[in-house]
């Protein structure tokens, strides 16, 4: 069992597969020992690094979620340009207007 599994290591260590990856195409060897192009590996099939249905759910909630907050901030802080441009202020003690959008924007998280 340790020599399969050296053998395998071996294997894995001078040749380029990869255990994520697709293998790449190579001659098989026979018990013989005379490689046969005919005969090549299989290719692997590409692993996610997320390993999961479940995982890949929580990634596009999270993406969803994400697209809105977006979506929020960027339309609250066109607001507040416009109404720093309007009240002529960046202080929101001295624009009331300014203040009234950052209170809207906080209470919106």
Known sequence: MKLLLSTVAVYLL???????????????????GVCSPDSAPTPTRRLSPLFGRAAAVRAATKGKTD???????????????????????????????????????????
């Open 67 to 109: 697209a809105k907050k977006a979506k929020i901030n960027a339309l609250f802080g066109k607001r507040i340009i416009m109404t720093v441009k309007a009240g002529g202020s960046a202080d929101p003690q001295a624009n009331g207007q300014l203040a009234q959008v950052i209170k809207a924007a906080k209470a919106n998280r």
């Open 14 to 32: 001078f040749s380029s597969a990869s255990a994520f990856g697709v293998a790449p195409k190579q001659a098989a060897l026979h018990a013989n």
